[in-house]
Each structure stands twice: as C-alpha cells, then as structure tokens.
C-alpha cells in the first residue's frame, strides 16, 4: 500500500492503524521511519549484523516505511531498499508513507535501473491511497 499526501493529512496515522489492524488479526507488523531505518542498517553493515537484521525485517508479515523520500538515497539505501523489497516481493506486505507523489519516487531513489526495479515490485501491485486536505495538526478552533 502507498500512501501519499501533503504534511499532516494523516498518511501515517493511516499507515499504524492498518498496521495495527494486521496486529489485531494476527500478523507480525513493524514499522520504521524510513531515515532511521537506513542509519541503523548502514550501522548494522559496519558491525556485521546486517544480514541478521533484514532477516529480522524479512520475518515480519507487514513492514510500514513511514516518511519515505524526505532525503534522496545514496548508494547504500538504494541497495538496501532493493533488498528489501526485493525479499518481500509475494512473501510479505509493505506499507510506505510519503509526502512525494509517487511518480517523484525515481529522483529520491536516483540510480535509474535500481528505482525501475524497486517501483516495478511496488507499484504494479499496490494499493494508492493519495491524501488531500489541510493538516491535522492545525489547532481548530
């Protein structure tokens, strides 16, 4: 499921509340913020636990990657994300969150044949939900 919209129109609260549906039924859900997640995995490659680490993610019936794109990926995330997706591809869900709309996803992802193979897995398959409105976060009066 891709989730998109501007700041504050409840992309995430969208994205947890799922997740916590899946919990609810039954499924093993984790859920990341996507900048965090790659900080602790290029950490996880320094230590060697890298590998037991996606295999944490992989075990995982649904993973939400909330905040996708707020920083364009290096080299490093790009093989990481394509991992990822790469090992959840018809064995798991993926839930992502982002502010930009999805055909925005190639520059954040960059390196052409890389974001070609990570969007072909999740874009073809997805359901899009594209948020519109004022943010949530405004004080109503």
């Known amino acids: 499921m891709l989730i998109t919209g501007s700041t504050g ?6 994205g947890t509340a799922i997740g916590y549906q899946a919990c609810i039924q039954g499924f093993k859900v984790s859920s990341f ?7 602790k995995l290029k950490m996880a490659k320094a230590d060697s636990s890298y590998l037991r680490e996606l295999a944490k993610i992989e075990r995982q019936d649904v993973i939400i990657l909330d ?4 920083q364009a990926l290096d080299s490093h995330n790009r093989i990481t994300l ?5 090992d959840r591809h018809n064995n798991g869900s993926i839930i992502v969150t982002s502010q930009i709309p999805v055909q925005g996803w190639y520059d954040i992802i960059g390196e052409k044949t890389i974001a070609d193979a990570i969007l072909d897995r999740l874009i073809h398959q997805a359901h899009r939900l594209e948020l519109h409105g004022e943010s949530m976060r405004k004080k109503r009066g």
Not at 33 to 39: P, R, Y
Request: hydrophobic letters at 45%; charged letters at 25%; glycine letters at 10%.
């Open 33 to 39: 913020n996507t900048s965090k997640l790659f900080a």
């Open 67 to 70: 905040d996708f794109g707020l």
């Open 82 to 86: 394509l991992e990822i997706i790469e």
């Open 9 to 14: 129109v409840g992309k995430s609260y969208l």
